[in-house]
């Protein structure tokens, strides 16, 4: 790990002052730090924004949505009973998360910049074309955990668990900078890297997350998140799925079907929710809805089992909102 | 009199002989019935509070004053000549003390070389060079600053890809050299007279040790001695390594090991890094220590290889009439292969066969022995085929197995069994499971697209262990014990089953035996692997109790003024007729005394077999729409003579089995073919059994029968035993629950996805 300076400011501005001097923020620490052990961050100034107030925990104003801090650890959403009431799915997705010890640490906002896991992005020896070099290793190489969909010059996955149950409640989020502030789509947040821009995420340089807000329509909906592993825990998905929807008298409305672990980011495809809208989410639907998200999809030599998880779990998740 | 005799033991599937040095008369075996204080007995880990209060001193453990700390520049290709190394701007670095390299390094033998820093590198993570800093970060940084020039050669790191045709050719031989062969009947013939034959092809991934604690040194000269801390299951092998590497006499080298964190094989003698440690500590006069990151562990420290085999089995008449065996090994650059035909030829008495081993050289990281290397692999070939054909011949696969089971006889080598209890393996651990239960075709499981099914699988495996072992028993004047031996506790529990035996033969409490192991000060003690410590060592603190104890029983004799005939040691007490003294009441009249007991191992019978004997069953659930496994319950049965402590013993099974749920559900390491670079080399896409992984379930049985003409403790060992056939039955229990034979370990969700593709194809 190379040397560096740090330091723990208590306000917010001076926090996204040193961010905008090229500092890089550190919260949990169980992305960043392990990034700057192999070497693949080099930061020459982190700000560690544990100290600054206000951007912990959750509330809930009926009527107005729910507000998650930024800083938040996975930890307190997973163990919220209250929380588990209002947004079911969070609680499924944590739980499957990692270990207790990096739910512990990690935060939500942390948890949603991570960087992907591929093995050649994570391997310091490979400079790979993520990492500014010329090619993909795994297209042609290793690349049983890779994408089976929207893959361009790259083809990484989307690894947190947390964003597609957030995802299923039309989660936004709220950017800082000392420039000003601005929402967006939780969903607009991610980007799949292709040409010049190599990058995995949108925010601009200098910006923070500082909340994701759950608008209360989306409340109402319930749902479900399945996740496929390699071993009974601590893995990252190889599938997983979230599915949410009203269902009423026997019919479905306001579905969504968001899948990690196929793609650059999670795959979220308008057209199969707008498929089972109305409809009674029978076999026919559901394996039509994975048709329609899985249309196109491309397998490598190792990750076509892939396809096969996805459209069981996208069947077992849909099933289970008429169950 | 000490008399050199010629002994005959086994380790690792191989049979060696050797002449050791013995000295009076081996102990005969306690009698039926006879009561024993502590051997039989469940006890606590002896240093079970050291460990779990984190006092216990590992290897990684030891900071030494002063002491600098090594990083090694590894090769970051396969297969590279090093035409120049260039120093400068590392060593100018503040804190670093100095850099070892080909050009610069002195001669040292090591494993058949005469260098540690070769000239042609020949995996991704072949040492090219080292620093000696202050401290780590600045040998880290050092690392980055060495310049090297490499010239880049053609490489192969892919099994399949070394035995074909368009690889380079990696020794002037080729890639490929035959290993071992045997023979017997005509296996030819048998396939052809047979009604149903069985052909087919298995592959077994490579599996990485992944011990707890890495490998690692730490060096201390002090310009006459030299002592190596090191984890190693071996302090006398490492001596001998460095002896070899450095020219110094044994008497100037001290090696070390007192808590070790594990080596399952791969720990077996001395490593490049304590040579590297030894070099600096010498050269700059501070204690060094060298030890291996996880990823280093995973990339330089051995590895279980990856295989590809090819069973043919014939039946008919419900019998097996052949087996023909064939078998490629991955053994990167190691210069020996792990034969996965062991239990082929040993295992049953199957009248045609003919076993093929060979050895396939890559530029991947090299084999080391890995808990039951070649048995591991083959076992999940061979019990999987023999699953096969029963299903093909119709006939219950645990039936068709006790046919040809039963033999008190060695099949390979002719010789009788010293015991053997593998039927009664089989009904314990069929009782266990509900063998009865099982239906061809497996059963529904506990919810929609889930079925559930059961399989077995045989283990055989040596374990009778053999000499030279030696130790000592040590009474202090206040009757406690000190027991010393040069063995090496590897976290299998020896310290505590050997202070059982003490205490035990001695007639003392458990609590008053110490004992000092892991010194090559102590007397000799073999390498703990092989599953030989029980069984070798055990017998020789026996006979070193039993001398201590006549010793004792002599001066009490003389103390008490009472014929020693009457006099009795039970509990540290000595007790006559009428009356008990405590030890440290008779030794306190006789000033200042140090009572020596002295023990060896005598060797084997040399026209017997020693075998240790087993079977698991597994109960499993698989979810046909994902892949998933899941293990209800693993039913492990040993046949391994006299159980001196069933919690420990018990420990050693549970642990074994959860190591083989890696090896066959998720354990498997990747290399990049085009870069050669390992991709997996850490925790979180090398896939260890978490402890969500372990199944609800694992009942552990014995047969616990003195094996009496084994040793004089009728013990035998148990390190190796409980994971050589966990895979295969549960690769034989999901066959049975879906009708899909994954072929190829580990059994992960794609293998497993494709298998039942094709069942469902064909059905």
């Keep these: 790990m190379n040397a560096f300076s740090y330091a723990r400011p208590r306000a917010l501005a001076e926090a996204l002052r040193m961010l905008r001097n090229g500092a890089v923020a550190l919260a949990g620490g169980t992305d960043l730090v392990g990034l700057m052990k192999d070497g693949l961050a080099r930061p020459t100034s982190l700000v560690d924004l544990t100290g600054i107030e206000g951007l912990r925990g959750w509330s809930h104003a009926k009527g107005r949505g729910l507000r998650i801090g930024a800083l938040t650890p996975l930890v307190e959403l997973e163990t919220s009973d209250a929380l588990a009431k209002t947004m079911p799915i969070l609680r499924e997705s944590l739980r499957d998360a990692a270990t207790v010890q990096l739910r512990t640490m990690g935060t939500v906002g942390g948890n949603l910049l991570q960087r992907n896991r591929c093995w050649y992005f994570r391997d310091e020896g490979t400079v790979c074309w993520l990492k500014g070099g010329n090619r993909c290793f795994a297209i042609d190489g290793e690349n049983r955990y890779h994408a089976i969909i929207g893959a361009s010059e790259c083809v990484i996955v989307s690894p947190s668990d947390l964003v597609p149950a957030l995802l299923a409640y039309d989660a936004e989020v709220g950017v800082t900078s000392s420039r000003g502030t601005r929402k967006m789509k939780l969903g607009d947040l991610f980007v799949t890297p292709k040409g010049r821009d190599r990058r995995e995420h949108a925010l601009r340089p200098g910006e923070l997350i500082t909340e994701v807000r759950v608008p209360e329509a989306a409340l109402a909906r319930r749902g479900t998140y399945l996740k496929a592993m390699d071993r009974k825990a601590w893995s990252f998905a190889l599938v997983s799925v979230a599915a949410a929807a009203r269902v009423e008298r026997g019919v479905a409305r306001d579905v969504r079907l968001i899948v990690g672990g196929i793609a650059p980011v999670p795959w979220r495809v308008v057209a199969a929710e707008k498929g089972l809208e109305g409809s009674a989410l029978d076999e026919a639907a559901c394996a039509d809805a994975a048709d329609r998200l899985l249309a196109g999809a491309t397998p490598l030599r190792d990750n076509g089992y892939k396809v096969t998880l996805a459209r069981e779990l996208i069947r077992r998740a849909l099933r289970s909102l008429v169950a | ?763």
């Excluded at chain 2, 590809?308 to 419900?318: A, E, F, N, T, V």
């Excluded at chain 2, 060695?410 to 593998?422: C, E, F, I, N």
């Excluded at chain 2, 089995?657 to 085009?674: K, N, P, T, Y």
């Design chain 2, 1 to 763: 009199m000490p008399r050199v005799v010629k002994s005959r033991e086994e380790f690792e599937g191989e049979i060696f002989e050797s002449l050791v040095l013995v000295e009076g008369k081996d102990l005969p075996v306690a009698r039926a019935g006879t009561e024993f204080t502590e051997i039989g007995k469940s006890r606590r880990r002896v240093d079970g509070a050291q460990r779990v209060t984190g006092r216990a001193r590992y290897t990684q453990d030891v900071y030494l004053p002063g002491m600098l700390h090594v990083r090694v520049l590894r090769s970051p290709y396969p297969r590279a000549r090093v035409r120049r190394i260039d120093t400068k701007k590392a060593e100018a670095l503040p804190g670093v003390r100095d850099v070892l390299h080909r050009f610069n390094a002195p001669k040292a033998a090591f494993r058949g070389e005469d260098t540690i820093f070769r000239e042609e590198v020949r995996f991704v993570g072949d040492e090219v060079a080292a620093v000696a800093a202050d401290d780590e970060q600045t040998a880290v940084e050092a690392l980055r600053l060495i310049e090297v020039d490499y010239e880049l050669l053609p490489h192969v790191v892919d099994l399949e890809e070394a035995i074909g045709d368009v690889a380079p050719r990696l020794d002037t031989d080729g890639n490929v050299a035959e290993a071992a062969t045997h023979k017997r009947g005509d296996a030819k013939r048998g396939l052809k007279e047979a009604d149903f034959v069985i052909d087919a092809t298995y592959r077994t991934s490579t599996q990485l040790h992944n011990s707890l604690e890495t490998h690692g040194a730490v060096a201390a000269w002090d310009g006459e001695q030299l002592t190596v801390y090191e984890s190693t299951q071996h302090v006398f092998g490492v001596r001998t390594g460095l002896r070899a590497a450095l020219k110094l006499p044994f008497s100037k080298i001290r090696v070390l090991c007192d808590y070790m964190g594990g080596g399952f094989g791969s720990k077996g003698g001395v490593g490049k890094y304590s040579i590297i440690a030894s070099l600096f500590t010498m050269r700059l006069g501070r204690p060094v220590r060298c030890v291996l990151t996880r990823e280093e562990e995973n990339i330089a420290a051995g590895n279980r290889s990856a295989t590809l085999q090819q069973m043919r089995l014939g039946g008919k008449d419900g019998r097996i009439t052949a087996l023909e065996h064939t078998s490629w090994a991955n053994v990167g650059q190691g210069k020996w292969v792990a034969n996965p035909t062991g239990p082929t030829n040993t295992l049953y008495d199957i009248a045609n066969l003919s076993s093929k081993s060979y050895k396939v050289v890559t530029n991947a990281g090299s084999l080391a022995a890995f808990r039951a290397p070649g048995y591991v692999e083959g076992t999940f070939a061979l019990e999987s085929a023999i699953d096969e054909l029963a299903l093909k011949m119709g006939v219950d696969p645990l039936v068709l197995r006790r046919k040809h089971a039963a033999s008190p006889k060695d099949p390979m080598v002719g010789k009788r069994y010293s015991d053997k209890h593998l039927i009664e393996c089989y009904r314990i651990g069929a009782a266990e499971i509900g063998w009865q239960r099982r239906r061809s075709g497996g059963v529904r499981g506990s919810g929609p697209h889930r079925r559930r099914g059961i399989g077995m699988a045989t283990q055989i495996w040596g374990g009778g262990g053999g000499p030279p072992a030696y130790a000592t028993v040590h009474v202090n004047p206040d009757g406690t014990i000190v027991l010393t031996t040069g063995s090496q506790d590897i976290g299998t529990g020896t310290r505590t089953v050997l202070a059982q035996i003490c205490a035990d033969e001695l007639g003392v409490d458990l609590e008053d035996v110490q004992v000092r192991l892991g010194d090559t000060d102590n007397p000799y003690g073999p390498i703990s692997a092989g599953s030989l410590t029980t069984a070798s060592v055990g017998p020789a603190v026996r006979i070193a109790a039993r001398d201590a104890r006549e010793q004792l029983l002599d001066a009490a004799a003389g103390v008490l003024e009472t014929p020693q005939a009457e006099l009795r040691l039970e509990g540290g007490v000595v007790v006559t007729k009428g009356a008990r003294t405590p030890l440290s009441e008779i030794l306190g009249k006789v000033d200042n005394n140090t009572v020596i007991g002295k023990g060896g191992r005598h060797p084997n019978d040399p026209e017997l077999s020693l075998r240790t004997f087993g079977a698991h069953f597994a109960d499993v659930e698989v979810d046909v729409r994902t892949g998933e496994i899941t293990i209800e319950h693993i039913v492990a049965v040993h046949d391994i003579g006299r159980i001196i402590n069933p919690t420990t013993a018990r420990s050693q099974v549970e642990g074994g089995v959860i190591q083989a749920l890696g090896f066959a559900l998720s354990e498997e390491r990747f290399v990049d073919r085009a870069t050669g670079r390992v991709m997996n080399a850490n925790l979180e896409n090398y896939k260890v059994p978490t402890v969500q992984d372990v199944p609800a379930k694992i009942t552990v049985k014995f047969v616990d029968r003195p094996d009496r003409k084994a040793n004089n403790l009728g013990v035998k060992g148990l390190g190796e035993p409980p994971i050589i056939p966990t895979a295969a039955a549960i690769a034989n229990a999901v066959a049975n629950a879906t009708g899909a034979r994954v072929r190829h370990a580990p059994l992960t969700r794609a293998r497993v996805l494709e298998a039942l593709a094709i069942a469902e194809a064909r059905s």
